[in-house]
């Protein structure tokens, strides 16, 4: 092992396969004690494979230590603060994996017939109810299984409002300052995505807005905005963007990614929303990243509600001295149909109850008046020192869960990008906050503290950064080749992109 390599560094990462030796195995099943038919007789003959799957074989201590060995490689929130903007990545309460993790939660079948599923029924139904009132809007589905999956269905929501009244319309407006699936969903919605510009302040210019309208008010679907926005930054003219969309006729969509900021303070329907979706896995503890499971319910309006994905979550009066039942309703002639098998993901629905049950309405407010507090302390220690020279605040106004740095000035005067101080960061035991993002933002570095963060982790973050500057004024190359202490060195971004390998050989 080289003198300047971790000892995790010098072990090279192999994959399950690569460790496979033939004849190993975990474990041995005991002979069966019931007459075997073939398997044609239990599959079909056109669905067996010709060969076995070639499956690795190892020994259980060696899938232990593997396994093990990969989740030491990756930075997770347990070992450190991880303010990655606009992704709200706090701590998740055990107490909400235990609840979780019930027999009656975590092995009831999806197929079950809903007679026998009356509990998990009813904290569906209670979990729209919960979402309802935090949104302000009556009618909630939580079929959509993330983020991106809820705007993809809002506006296929929008798509069917329109169809309904006989109208096409072709135009969805979104703010340069949108989350980037925002586009993305629009496209794959058949409409034609349309920028509106970004004022000084921070929120939709709104003579680019009225603009952008006037232009052709009939072919205006819908507007996506993120309220605050990505920049940290509330909208103070909502209540009018919302009377130009409606008297358009267009649909208002929140993209609730950012909801962390506001619960219990200021509801999207209140605003005059349509449609938000929310992030349950950021917001209302699930544990994300590394691709889920996540889920991004929706929350809609009266005129949206025909629309909604089938089948819903009712609740049936009882009589004759019965309680209430749970029926799944699948009698919706106008809606959109189902966005996913089966009802969603029950897990992420289990803790997101647990979360809302404990803390209730007074603690869901005060998660985000902290929230809200801590990114504030943060943008005014890093508007301190050398960080307030080299990283200026890119809107300095009173930010709400987030602030966006601009390195614009570290790399005009240092030669250090964004990417460089974010490398450097790892080895000070910090994850990156969200780099070069928002795009009108040069060099951006997106910061989101969370409520969970104590002052004393926020004051090491800006003292880390302190350093990162002081040290880079004598040797810059020191953040440029970094990280040094990580499993994996600094890689070829730019190649990985281009030539990447996905594909294990076999």
């Known amino acids: 092992m080289a003198l300047t390599e971790t ?19 975990a474990g041995a099943l005991p002979p069966a004690e019931v007459p075997e038919k073939p398997l044609a007789e239990l599959i079909p003959e056109k669905l067996l494979r010709t060969e076995p799957p070639r499956l690795p074989e190892i020994a259980e201590p060696e899938i232990v230590r593997h396994y093990n060995r990969l989740s030491r490689r990756n930075f997770d929130l347990d070992s450190g603060f991880y303010p990655l ?42 979990l729209q109810a919960s979402l309802s009132e935090i949104c302000g809007l009556p009618h909630v589905s939580l079929q959509p299984s993330a983020g991106s999956h809820g705007e993809l269905a809002g506006l296929l929501l929008t798509r069917a409002y329109h169809a ?34 970004t004022n000084e302040r921070g929120g939709v210019e709104m003579d680019d807005l009225r603009a952008k309208i006037d232009e052709n008010p009939d072919a205006v679907a819908c507007l996506m905005l993120t309220n605050p926005n990505t920049l940290g930054v509330f909208d103070e003219n909502i209540a009018e963007i919302a009377s130009l969309i409606h008297a358009a006729c267009g649909t208002l969509y929140y ?12 509801r999207p329907g209140d605003m005059g929303f349509d449609i938000v979706h929310v992030n349950l896995h950021k917001s209302f503890s699930q544990p994300h990243g590394g691709g889920g499971p996540g889920a991004g319910p929706i929350a809609v309006s009266d005129r949206i509600e025909p629309y909604l994905p089938r089948p819903q979550v009712v609740r049936r009066e009882g009589s004759n001295g019965h309680g209430p039942s749970f029926v ?38 005060e998660a985000s008046d902290t929230a809200v507090l801590n990114a504030n302390y943060l943008k005014v220690r890093l508007a301190e020192g050398r960080a307030g020279e080299r990283l ?4 300095d106004r009173h930010c709400m869960h987030e602030f966006v740095l601009s390195g614009k000035p570290m790399k005009r005067e240092l030669g250090l990008a964004t990417l460089d101080l974010a490398k450097r ?82």
Not at 189 to 197: D, Q
Not at 349 to 365: E, P, Q
Not at 392 to 395: D, K, N, Y
Not at 434 to 452: G, I, R
């Open 255 to 266: 993209d609730g990614a950012n909801l962390n900021a506001v619960m219990g303070r200021s």
């Open 328 to 365: 799944l309703d699948h009698e919706r002639p106008k809606s959109i149909g189902r966005l996913r098998g089966f009802q969603g993901n029950f897990g992420v629905f289990v803790r997101s109850v647990a979360y809302i049950l404990s803390l209730g309405g007074d603690g869901l407010s």
């Open 425 to 506: 960061l790892l080895d000070f035991g910090f994850h990156p906050p969200t780099v070069y993002f928002p795009l009108l933002v040069d060099e951006a570095l997106m910061v989101e503290p969370t409520e969970t963060e104590t002052k004393e982790s926020l004051d090491a973050f800006a003292e880390a950064v302190e350093r990162i500057l002081a040290e880079a004024e004598e040797d810059p190359d020191l953040a440029k080749n970094a990280p040094y202490t990580t499993p994996v060195r600094r890689l070829d971004e730019v190649r990985a992109t281009r030539n990447p390998v996905v594909r294990q050989q076999l």
């Open 164 to 197: 309904d009244r006989g109208e096409e319309r072709t135009k969805v407006l979104a703010p340069d300052t949108s989350h980037g699936t925002n586009p993305a969903s629009v496209t794959m919605a058949g409409y034609e995505v349309v920028k509106v510009a």
């Open 7 to 25: 000892p995790m560094q010098a072990e090279r990462a192999q994959t399950i396969f690569e460790k496979s030796k033939p004849g190993r195995r």
């Open 392 to 395: 200026p605040i890119a809107f």
């Open 85 to 126: 903007g606009s992704c709200t990545m706090k701590h998740n309460p055990r107490l909400n994996e235990r609840v979780a993790a019930l027999p009656g939660n975590a092995r009831l079948h999806p197929a079950q017939d809903p007679r026998r599923a009356q509990g998990a029924l009813e904290l569906m139904w209670l």
